[in-house]
């Protein structure tokens, strides 16, 4: 390809990745509206739309409008010929979540286990018989499957593979590698990424916080991990470690972490550590212990009152130390953390405030996310819809 061709192509992606972009926020809108809002000339995104149209990727309606005249033709994302698969692994089992590629939930499925103490092997196995059960309902709703995600807590390098996850007990696991070659499927790529940094996308896109600027998801079902959106961007870093602060030492002579050290946060107050503390052991159906676990603290039960207020100081001081740095607008709850938020808040902004350098925590709000169950596989089919929005079309059918 030459240089010259190459530019035309990267123009052309960038410009079809405007125009999604545009249809995902401001749908139904028309052809006028986009090349407004994008700042592309009207040829441009009548070629561009025709693509989109000829490989049903969006679709036209008609809406009256407040002036005399045919009602406009009006352009609105097509859900109907692709979707994305999103999985995630947690203490709490397996979650399979599938989305059509305007976004909307087609499948949405939990399974208990294999648990913490299965290793690797036997968790790949597990998750590749839920993916392809997936990959088998996806398609016989007669849609294309652009891609699998799957969302780990734990640190993921650039190749998918996962160099640790405490939590899980797991080190250097070429998860992606394993994942793929078991599928047995080239045509639908799989990606790993960070069960957090996964599950603050979802947040960014699709809950009551979208497209805030500086947010930040804290999720502790397993290990303690934050995802980070930093001025509208998600925060990588270098080699894609970002987010860890479970393994930020807060009392150098506490309880053993799974990491090797001693006094993470994520052995003070995760919610394994938070269910170890109160039952004195995690028993082989967490589920049903977090269902027991919030029952009780409903009931005012004291010795889980106190439990829990303990957690909530350790996380106040986790979230002051990423609002030092990174003055985030709002932290979000996640998962376990968002069922119990009512209980843990209390403690949690106490700690904030005395642990943070700015006047008011920084303009900081922690609140409870609205997706306790289902962020990280909701950002991980976003997340296997990047190709897309770069403006990597599938090939036509």
Known sequence: ????????????????????????????????????????????????????????????????????????????????????????????????????????????????????????????????ALARRAITTVQSSGRQVLGITVGVPGLVNRDGAVVLAAGLGWTDVPLRAELAAALGRPDIPVTVDNDASLGVLAEHLYGPYAGTANLVQLTGDTGVGAGIIADGRPLAGHLGYVGEIGHL???????????????????????????????????????????????????????????????????????????????PEVVLLGGAYALLAGHLAPAIDKALREASIAPDAGGCTVTASTFPHTATPLGATAHALTPLTRGRLPARS
């Open 1 to 128: 390809m030459s240089t010259q061709t190459a530019d035309h192509t990267d123009i052309r992606a960038t410009n079809l990745a405007a125009v999604l972009g545009h249809l995902r926020r401001e749908a139904p809108c028309s052809r006028a509206a986009i090349a407004a809002g994008t700042g592309l000339n009207k040829a441009t995104v009548t070629s561009i739309v025709g693509d989109l149209l000829e490989r049903r990727l969006v679709r036209e309606t008609q809406q009256t409008q407040n002036h005399v005249g045919r009602p406009a033709t009006l352009l609105v994302l097509d859900g109907s010929a692709y979707a994305t698969i999103g999985l995630e692994v947690g203490a709490r089992g397996l979650t399979a979540l599938g989305c059509d590629a305007a976004g909307e939930q087609i499948l949405r499925w939990h399974r208990a286990g294999p648990g913490v103490d299965a290793g690797p092997a036997k968790t790949i196995a597990a998750v590749v």
């Open 249 to 327: 030492r807060l009392v150098p002579d506490g309880p053993a972490c799974g990491c090797g050290r001693r006094g993470c946060l994520e052995a003070l107050a995760s919610l394994p550590a938070i269910l170890e503390q109160v039952d004195g052991s995690i028993d082989d159906d967490p589920q049903h212990q977090l269902e027991t676990l919030i029952r009780r603290a409903d009931a005012d039960d004291a010795a889980v009152a106190k439990v829990l207020a303990e957690a909530g100081t350790h996380l106040g001081h986790g979230i002051a130390a990423l609002v030092n740095i990174l003055n």
